[in-house]
């Protein structure tokens, strides 16, 4: 039985990826911080067959005894401070979480595998983020690094660091340099989730209108759940390399809007979403991401399955039945 451990198991790709994992007969062990975490509960409840082992991205002898502890064929690494808004209003934490956290995992791997002789194969999560201002489209694996965020340097350094460990050390350390996916377990402060939640309540009477930035915005959209079956194919390669993970076409917030929407049969939504591009603007906004993911789909065999209106009315009609459930309450 082979072994996983998996950082930030409690987001939406480490629920996906825990998912998977076990159903494949994997011994599955989810790396989260403290004993009291509030997600512990959700992940427990989710995916019951995980192992929980505690510690900290930022501390590496935590890391190192969540080694010990779990003693893993396949490390992923999908922990990190992923909403890229925040990352301006706490750079710092930013950069020791996404970007310090991920040399912590891999010289936490290092030192193990020193001294266990137990090669552990690595997974490392980044982001299309790191391309930021596009010097390509369509982005792939060569496209030269312009990150527009505090975020994006972060996953930039964690990127060059998972490379550099692979050639330095031949460490089997890839990147899946993944373009934005979405699930109905995706976090409420997202655009996303925000356009599918607020459409749900607004089509219950819960709620009159939506406010969001620019409408035109464009972004390469796809499932988790057919991203976290990349990382996992990834890691069943002979040699570890790097690889975009996209559908290769990308829509806009408007289409966004008319999918889910028409989710709920609302044909005429223009009443009811207000454009205030002052309250959303970025410091540095990113202009057009779309991904390439030719590599992938031969090297990996790798394809999504899930189309970009399938994924919005899935997350349309997950949060019209969360609603209907909180309804009650509220």
């Known amino acids: 039985m082979k072994r996983a451990l998996i950082t ?7 629920l996906y990826l825990a998912e998977l994992l076990l159903a494949k007969g994997y011994e599955v062990y989810g790396f989260m911080r403290g004993q009291n975490n509030p997600k512990r509960a959700l992940l427990e409840h989710i995916v ?3 192992h929980i082992v505690t510690g900290d991205i930022t501390d590496l002898p935590s890391i190192v005894r969540a080694l010990n502890a779990s003693r893993p064929d396949e490390f992923y690494n999908l ?3 992923s ?4 990352s301006w209003e706490n750079a710092h934490l930013t950069t020791e979480v996404t970007g310090t956290g991920v040399l912590n995992a891999l010289e936490a791997i290092r030192l193990y595998s020193a001294s266990s002789d137990h090669e552990v194969r690595f997974y490392q999560a980044s982001s299309s983020e790191m391309f930021g201002k596009a010097q390509a489209v369509p982005q792939n694996e060569e496209t030269l690094l312009w990150p527009r965020s505090p975020y994006g340097v972060a996953k930039a350094f964690g990127h060059h660091m998972t490379i550099n460990y692979r050639e330095s050390y031949g460490m089997h350390a890839s990147s899946g340099i993944l373009f934005n996916h979405e699930s109905p377990r995706r976090g409420p402060e997202f655009v996303t989730r925000k356009v599918t ?3 749900a309540r607004i089509s219950l009477g819960l709620q009159d209108s939506l406010t969001l930035g620019n409408l035109e915005a464009k972004r390469d959209w796809g499932f988790a759940g057919d991203y976290v079956e990349a990382m996992w194919l990834m890691l069943q390669q002979d040699e570890a390399d790097d ?6 076409e990308t829509n806009t917030i408007r289409t ?5 929407f028409g989710a709920v049969g609302i044909s005429d939504w223009s009443g009811l979403v207000e454009e205030n591009h002052a309250k959303f603007v970025r410091p540095a906004e990113v202009d ?3 991904g390439d993911s030719s590599k992938a789909h031969e090297k990996l065999g790798w394809q999504p399955k899930v189309s970009f209106v399938e994924l919005i009315t899935m997350m349309v009609e997950a949060d019209v039945a969360e609603q209907k459930a909180l309804a009650p309450l509220a």
């Open 197 to 199: 939640r607020a459409v």
């Open 256 to 260: 966004m809007l008319d999918v889910a």
């Open 288 to 290: 057009l991401l779309i």
């Open 83 to 86: 909403f890229v808004a925040y």
């Open 79 to 81: 922990g990190a401070i």
């Open 48 to 50: 019951p067959g995980v």
């Open 243 to 248: 690889y975009v993970i996209s559908t290769g």
């Open 8 to 14: 930030g198991i409690t987001g939406q790709d480490g």
